[in-house]
């Protein structure tokens, strides 16, 4: 899904409480450990034994704060399920601990994000960035290190060609979300819409995923009118009357949903009633609580299928919600896999892998998660290509269906 430049806009997030326990990292942070005795800091469950005496140390590098950090934490959630589950087994070989880093979504962040888990020697692997714009920035330092990088959202196709050594994408990228978009505006929507106006919120993420819709949209003879508009951008009335005025009967916003929810409240103010179409940035229930009915019927997209829908992945919403006290959001799944496949390859590689036997192993595996299968191109490409659609229903981001078998029973 995802990432690019945003403010904290403190207010506009809704944060739930975790309680962390500190360790020590060389840069003098504080990390989330795994879990603790009592079963809070998403804890779920007592230790099942010391490991042996050994101890090995995952990072994750996300929006932890941030106008969007509900994305980084419904990760970094899934990610602590698999570990405190693991923890409480009873001949565990090792027991595995937590280190975060909070890069805020913003790219000039994420270096020293990296820099604070490469200089931690304890760390095998990192899930994460979570956001494009600051794997981009972090991904040279990953691979100086051969420190594995596996994200589970960050979705620009640009980042498997930048020729990263330490990077895995752990989600079909925004060649096929565009395109997604695109195809079900062209192929679902009746009547076909002969003019789609596209907004790009200037991140790396935006950027690539409307360049790719917009291309989609051309080949498919639709008139296109772009537009550019910075996240954080304090008032969206401008945009919102140019969209209203354009005629235009879809729109696609790619960005996130701290910038999506005050648009969609200016496009409701302007009169806007065509279709509207975002990305798995915005799909969080984070949007709805900000933008209210403003976003009701809203599509949105993402390369991930709903965790509280899908019969694989019931089980671990339960696990979950009875966790968190809140049901499993997007990314969390994919974060919980991730989590267990880098317990897999360690399991088998021993404890004291060292980082660059641990990449190696993780590019060349298979893994079958409850979200989806795992493996990965040479170039550390994810090999699947299916993307879901949603729609805001009475308040609530409903599931639809995955978009290549809705477009395919098209006409």
Known sequence: MVGAFFRDRGSAVLHRKIVKFAVPLAAGVLA????????????????????????????????????????????????QLAFNQFNAKPNKPFTVKLATSDDEGDPSK???????????????????????????ASEPLYSSASLLSITPSATNPQLTTQGFTSFLQGIANDNLQGKAMADYITKKLTPKPTKVYVIDDKSEYGVGLANVARADLKADGVQVVSDSVPAGTPDYSGPAAKVANSKATALIYAGYYADAAPLAKKLHDAGYTGAVFSDDGAKDPQLVKLAGTAVNNWY???????????????????????????????????????????LQQITKLGAGVSRQALLAAMKTADYKGISKEFSFKSTGQFKGTDVWIYQVKSGKITFLGNVNQLVGSAG
């Open 32 to 79: 989330l450990s795994a879990c603790s005795s009592n079963g809070k800091s998403g804890g779920g469950g007592k230790s099942g034994g010391s490991g042996g005496g050994k101890t090995v140390t995952i990072g994750l590098q996300g929006p932890l704060s941030g106008a969007n950090a509900q994305l980084g934490i419904n990760v970094k959630d899934g990610v």
């Open 110 to 136: 994420a270096n020293a994000a990296a820099t604070q888990l490469i200089q931690n020697n304890s760390i095998k692997a990192v899930i994460g960035p979570i956001f494009s714009g600051p794997t981009k």
């Open 300 to 342: 949105l997209t993402c390369p991930c299928t709903d965790p509280t829908v899908q019969a694989s992945t019931k089980t671990f919403a339960t696990q979950y919600t009875s966790t968190f006290k809140t049901p499993p959001s997007t990314y969390s799944a994919e974060g919980y896999d991730e989590a267990n496949m880098l």
